[in-house]
């Protein structure tokens, strides 16, 4: 089972980013898929999901900035982040978990997003 994050970087306060997360060893269309991030000292936080039936929730901080979205042909989710604040920079992760099964979950290993000027 592997996941793997990628579409991270720098990027001006206002800007935007794509991030992909490209799974394989598991059958994806069966798994909810989420984004995390985690900001130095902070806790992880949850920022989108994504439902196997490919309904979405985000975190207030995001709503009306960022979109998720999923391609099950491709094993991939995106997260599509615009007006990008420096309060965004964080490691961002991908996270899928079996929509039946809590304990059948995985993580990437991170992405770094550094919103700064």
């Known amino acids: 089972v592997q996941l793997v994050e990628s579409g991270g970087g720098l990027v001006q306060p206002g800007g935007s980013l794509r991030l992909s997360c490209t799974a394989s060893?598991?059958?994806?269309?069966?798994?909810?898929m989420t984004w995390y991030r985690q900001a130095p000292g902070k806790e992880r936080e949850l920022v989108a999901t994504?439902?196997?039936?490919?309904?979405?929730a985000y975190a207030d901080s995001v709503k009306g900035r960022f979109t998720i979205s999923r391609d099950n042909a491709k094993n991939t989710i995106y997260l599509q982040m615009n007006s990008l604040k420096s309060e965004d920079t964080a490691v961002y992760y991908c996270?899928?978990?079996?929509?039946?099964?809590?304990?059948?979950?995985?993580w990437g290993p991170g992405t770094q997003v550094t919103v700064s000027s």
């Open positions: 060893g598991f059958t994806f269309s069966n798994y909810v």
């Open positions: 994504i439902s196997t039936a490919g309904s979405s």
């Open positions: 996270h899928a978990r079996r929509w039946n099964l809590n304990t059948d979950a995985y």
